[in-house]
């Protein structure tokens, strides 16, 4: 069997042809009518009033905290078990990320646990929706009316999750999706920013934009950003957004799949969403109350000797130098004992059999 990564962008003719049309148009960079457009389809797409195109998901993060005014000083809770562009978004604003423990199902931020962690310095909460499962916003949202904060969904692995009929991106004061070339859709890099609130759109237009008056040109008042997307990946994206539903179908299939091949082996268990939640699968994982930090190391190695690639989980924050602090259980429990296996959209039900079968006699 030919090597099988974890994840792979597919672009299709349609895909290339936005790109050809938009470096033909001579508008190669962030003007043009392609950024308008995924801007309107990704805002629709979300069912939010505003979307705003942004170089990559951390800047997206960070112009969100910006823009909600989080200071030097201030404190943001952000769940242990994120990958590390939500902790560093925080600490480009000065803030200190406070780091909650995860739920075991979902393995998302649970919310007794932020509820602890609230002090007087606290300003925001960011639930991350991890591997494209929602995390559990009401329960966030009534915290966040409760002591005054603001939330910010980091939904970088979770376009077009969620909750009920509501999609993810538009619970939060504002949302956050990565567009990176292994995201659930892609402009190779790249992000975008969903808002309901009209205020928070401007600031951040204003923002991603070096501050630049409106009426006023070369006019700054303070120091902004240029968080800016190209209109060439903009094309890219439009063409990505067109076939989102077929994406997201595709990815329900893919966890069917590896639930049937993988079914008698009762000791796994794959990705577990909550009753009235629907998740993205951004991507399949596995765990295995067996492994440990050597054992999991170990099983991927030999997965990759099947030409199969995995990979492990993120470090949980706690565990990283600048971040350094006590791991909660769970978040010890869940890192060293899951994997991420194979998750994309050209994925054969040939190669899920054939990545089953291998992780069933590796172990
Ligand atoms: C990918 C990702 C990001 C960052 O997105 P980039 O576009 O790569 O900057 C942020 N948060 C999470 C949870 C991610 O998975």
Redesign the pocket.
């Known amino acids: 069997m030919d090597f099988i990564p974890v994840s792979k962008p597919e672009i299709t003719f349609s895909d290339e042809a936005y790109v050809n049309e938009a470096v033909r148009s001579g508008w190669v960079s962030s003007l043009g009518e392609f950024i308008n457009k995924f801007e309107k389809n990704f805002s629709n797409f979300c069912n939010t009033k505003y979307a705003l195109t942004v170089s ?6 960070h112009l969100s905290l910006v823009a909600l005014g989080i200071k030097p000083g201030d404190e943001v809770i952000i769940p242990d078990l ?2 590390i ?2 902790a560093n978004a925080v600490s480009y604003t000065g803030a200190i990320p406070v780091l909650a423990d995860i739920e075991l199902d979902s393995l998302c931020i649970c919310t007794k646990s932020i509820e602890k962690l609230i002090t007087s310095k606290t300003k925001a909460i960011i639930a ?1 929706h ?1 591997y494209g499962h929602p995390a559990n916003m009401t329960g966030i949202n009534r915290l966040a009316k409760k002591y005054g904060l603001y939330v910010i969904e ?1 939904a ?2 979770a376009h077009g999750a969620k909750i009920g009929d509501q999609k993810v991106g538009s619970f939060g004061d504002i949302g ?1 999706f ?3 070339g292994n ?1 659930i859709i892609t402009t190779g ?3 975008v920013i969903t808002t309901n609130n009209k205020k928070l759109y401007n600031k951040m237009t204003f923002l991603r934009d070096h501050a630049m008056s409106s009426d006023k040109r070369y006019w700054h008042t303070e120091i902004g950003f240029n968080y800016r997307m190209t209109n060439l990946q903009a094309a890219l994206g439009v063409g990505q957004l067109e076939r989102i539903s077929e994406i997201l179908k595709k990815r329900e299939f893919i966890f069917e799949w590896y639930s049937e091949e993988l079914i008698n082996v009762p000791e796994i268990r794959l990705n577990s969403t909550k009753e009235g939640y629907k998740n993205a699968y951004w991507l399949i994982y596995i765990v295995l109350p067996k492994l440990n930090d050597k054992k999991r190391n170990t099983l991927m190695s030999k997965l990759k000797e099947y030409n199969i690639d995995s990979r492990p989980f993120f470090y949980p924050m706690s565990q990283l130098p600048m971040y350094k602090t006590n791991t909660p259980d769970s978040v010890n429990y869940i890192f060293e004992k899951g994997i991420n296996l194979p998750t994309f959209n050209e994925i054969t039900r040939e190669q899920v059999r054939y990545i089953c079968n291998s992780l069933k006699s590796v172990l």
Request: proline share 0%; aromatic share 8%.
């Open positions: 990559n998901g951390t800047v997206g993060l994120t990958f562009a939500t991350v991890l980091d970088a692995e956050v990565s567009l990176y995201k890099e790249g992000g």
